[in-house]
T-cell receptor, first 113, second 113 residues
Framework: GNSVTQMEGPVTLSEEAFLTINCTYT??????LFWYVQYPGEGLQLLLK?????DKGSNKGFEATYRKETTSFHLEKGSVQVSDSAVYFC????????????FGKGTMLLVSP | DGGITQSPKYLFRKEGQNVTLSCEQN?????MYWYRQDPGQGLRLIYYSQIVNDFQKGDIAEGYSVSREKKESFPLTVTSAQKNPTAFYLCASSMVRGTGELFFGEGSRLTVL
């Protein structure tokens, strides 16, 4: 079956530090990959996506590259802000047929001033 | 503004009572979903619907029921058969099933006393 594994949190950083949140996946075929973000007390929002190998998704200074050879989709940001404090979810959906998202367990990011 | 509205935001109920969580969308999306979120467990799919008057069980449907009588509405009933109903419930929609690009509501937190 499909699965997504994320690094456990919380990840604690100081403002302007470099961020990496690891995500690896197991899937049949070539899925599309996503990062969602959940700010405190809210629902999830789509942050970025990549639909094929070597694609780079980017948004709001965050980036992630679809690496088929390592089955990974790590989230990075060069300089985090306090406002980036949230829970980040990696997810996949198979590209074949009609299916539903499989989410990782989420990684909490805490950024201090 | 288009979006998804969940109500109530907070709900307290006694054990053994059924409760219904409301989810309404004005995005004209065909597909709608209900997820349950527990600390450290990520999101788990309860039910989803691709079209009016049709819905399918997700990974943890036991103890829950849904209906889809209108395109805009997808209410979730947490029945007394659900053994551990205290959780954060998220409703989402997508233009069609299989895109992976979901729009989420702000969630409903149910506490069973």
């Amino acid at each position: 079956g499909n699965s997504v594994t994320q690094m456990e949190g919380p990840v604690t950083l100081s403002e302007e530090a470099f961020l990496t949140i690891n995500c690896t996946y197991t899937a049949t075929g070539y899925p599309s990959l996503f990062w969602y973000v959940q700010y405190p007390g809210e629902g999830l929002q789509l942050l970025l996506k990549a639909t094929k190998a070597d694609d780079k998704g980017s948004n709001k200074g965050f980036e992630a590259t679809y690496r088929k050879e390592t089955t990974s989709f790590h989230l990075e940001k060069g300089s985090v802000q306090v406002s980036d404090s949230a829970v980040y979810f990696c997810a996949l959906i198979p590209n074949s047929g009609y299916s539903t998202l499989t989410f990782g367990k989420g990684t909490m990011l805490l950024v201090s001033p | 503004d288009g979006g998804i509205t969940q109500s109530p935001k907070y709900l307290f109920r006694k054990e053994g009572q059924n409760v219904t969580l409301s989810c309404e969308q004005n995005l004209n999306h065909d597909a709608m979903y209900w997820y349950r979120q527990d600390p450290g467990q990520g999101l788990r799919l309860i039910y989803y619907s691709q079209i009016v008057n049709d819905f399918q069980k997700g990974d943890i449907a036991e103890g829950y029921s849904v209906s889809r009588e209108k395109k805009e509405s997808f209410p979730l009933t947490v029945t007394s058969a659900q053994k551990n109903p205290t959780a954060f419930y998220l409703c989402a929609s997508s233009m069609v099933r299989g895109t992976g690009e979901l729009f989420f509501g702000e969630g409903s937190r149910l506490t069973v006393l």
